[in-house]
């Protein structure tokens, strides 16, 4: 089964910027959709972005504006720029691959901080 790796977070001032990429083991356009979500520490797992392989986008309204997702075929990847980070986007980062019938596959996550 093709797996995903998410890598790029760290800590980072507010208003700083920051890109993440999932990279999977096999061809990323096995997935129909893939997706980012994140949660933080006494939250619920929200979704912050997606991205099907026809190319539609959709964001989260509290990153609209700020945050573009993008694939890149030829790399297995979908990458996750974070423009104007706020101290609010302080979470784990997890991708996650969805594949018609069968059961989503996810990344072990990376910590996003924003703090000054």
């Known amino acids: 089964q093709v797996q995903l790796v998410e890598s790029g977070g760290g800590l980072v001032q507010p208003g700083g910027s920051l890109r993440l990429a999932c990279v999977a083991s096999?061809?990323?356009?096995?997935?129909?959709?893939v997706a980012w979500y994140r949660q933080a520490p006494g939250n619920a797992r929200e979704l912050v972005a997606g991205?099907?392989?026809?190319?539609?986008?959709t964001y989260a309204d509290s990153v609209k504006g700020r945050f573009t997702i993008s694939g890149d075929n030829a790399q297995n990847t979908v990458y996750l720029q974070m423009n104007s980070l706020k101290p609010e986007d302080t979470a784990v980062y997890s991708c996650?691959?969805?594949?018609?019938?069968?059961?989503?596959?996810w990344g072990q996550g990376t910590q996003v901080t924003v703090s000054s």
């Open positions: 996650t691959g969805k594949i018609r019938g069968r059961n989503d596959v």
């Open positions: 096999a061809r990323i356009s096995s997935f129909y959709v």
């Open positions: 991205i099907s392989s026809g190319g539609y986008k």
